[in-house]
């Protein structure tokens, strides 16, 4: 069988990702595994809700994943904040909580350090600050965190069908999830399984993992306290982290290193440095305008390449109606270089993006000319 070659969507799963040996766990020291991020904040809710006539007020960023606002929504009053990964820190002056509030630190494509939340957080002593290090969640920042709580959906960055974990670095109580397995985790695996037969060269239709992708993410949806799949729990242990972390830090230099060389009029990276001990969630990188994006996001989709746009803001309803959040989203696109990619993939992937703004440059020409 001839392998497939793809690059980016959902993970699969192959058993080389498992060490054969035992090495230093990266995992907090005390956490409770729920099926999802979300998940985990949903508990949290009720475990805090307990002694509150009102719906608990959660201020979040103005640059995020809609989707999950819009789940947020159904368990808090959610309040916005400026926080744009353009800039080095949030904007404090547009974070106005009451005592009380529960305050969302997202630490956006792993880019970002925690001291701003630190020294923010002394001074409000009367608030429950809650980080969320889904795009990075083994970083200095979140090993040496300061906050109430701290969460990540791990299945975003590790190749786990489900998976989200939640702690304390100030030891406060956690909330447990139900003693029900989470039945999406399961097609989910299922789908990781039948992917890695399909990028193998077997006579799979690729229609098939996908709709149980989909599937899956639907039912995830709907779950609010599932405890994270027996898979996850036990394979977790198995997972080399930190050579996962190293890859993906490598591969995101390679693609930097790349894009630098020279300038692009049409796009830019996001960002070419990070903390030291982080590991940023990708190579992202932003395009001049929407068209560009959009015409270059189908352009490598058609060339097995699926980025992905972190995150759509399209609507008033799916928006934070931050002008400034409202026009990155418009322009800002995720090139996948994660650890499941050698360095031939990542220049392949260059190649790829060169070739579009080179027929990009030579289409522009002719309809100049005529």
Not at 206 to 220: A, G, P, T
Not at 246 to 251: A, I
Not at 294 to 315: E, M
């Amino acid at each position: 069988m001839k392998n497939r070659w793809e690059v980016g969507s959902q993970f699969d799963w192959s058993n080389d990702m498992v060490m054969l040996s035992a090495a230093k766990t990266l995992l907090p020291e005390s956490y409770e595994l729920f099926s999802t991020g979300t998940a985990c904040l949903f508990s949290m809710a009720t475990l805090l809700q307990q002694h509150q006539i009102h719906r608990l007020r959660l201020h979040i960023p103005s640059f995020l994943c809609m989707h999950f606002v819009a789940k947020l929504k159904t368990v808090f009053d959610v309040c916005w904040y400026r926080d744009l990964p353009t800039q080095e820190s949030p904007d404090f002056n547009t974070l106005n909580t009451l005592p009380g509030d529960l305050v969302l630190a997202v630490n956006l494509f792993g880019i970002r350090q925690g001291k701003v939340w630190q020294d923010w957080l002394f001074q409000h002593d009367d608030i429950i600050l809650i980080e969320d290090h889904t795009h990075d969640p083994f970083s200095s920042w979140a090993q040496q965190s300061t906050a109430h709580y701290a969460i990540a959906s791990l299945r975003k960055t590790l190749p786990i069908p489900d998976g989200g974990i939640i702690w304390s670095p100030q030891n406060m109580k956690l909330p447990k999830a139900s003693s029900s397995k989470s039945q999406a985790a399961d097609k989910r695996l299922t789908a990781m399984l039948l992917k890695r037969a399909y990028l193998s060269g077997a006579n799979i239709s690729k229609d098939i993992f996908r709709q149980l992708e989909i599937e899956s993410e639907e039912e995830f949806d709907d779950e609010t306290n599932c405890v994270a799949s027996t898979f996850t729990s036990v394979i977790l242990s198995c997972l080399n982290i930190a050579k996962f972390r190293q890859l993906r830090e490598t591969n995101i230099r390679h693609f930097l290193n790349w894009s630098l060389t020279e300038k692009h009029p049409n796009w830019m990276p996001l960002f070419s440095s990070w903390p030291i001990s982080s590991v940023p969630f990708n190579s992202v990188i932003v395009c001049q305008s929407q068209d560009i994006r959009d015409n270059l996001r189908k352009y490598l989709i058609a060339q097995n390449i699926f980025p992905a746009i972190h995150w759509l803001q399209t609507t008033p309803d799916k928006s934070s109606n931050d002008p400034l959040a409202i026009e990155l989203s418009n322009r800002i696109l995720t090139i996948p270089t994660d650890q499941r990619y050698s360095l031939d993939d990542i220049a392949r992937v260059a190649a790829k993006i060169t070739d579009f703004f080179k027929q990009s440059g030579k289409l522009t020409y002719s309809l100049i000319g005529k």
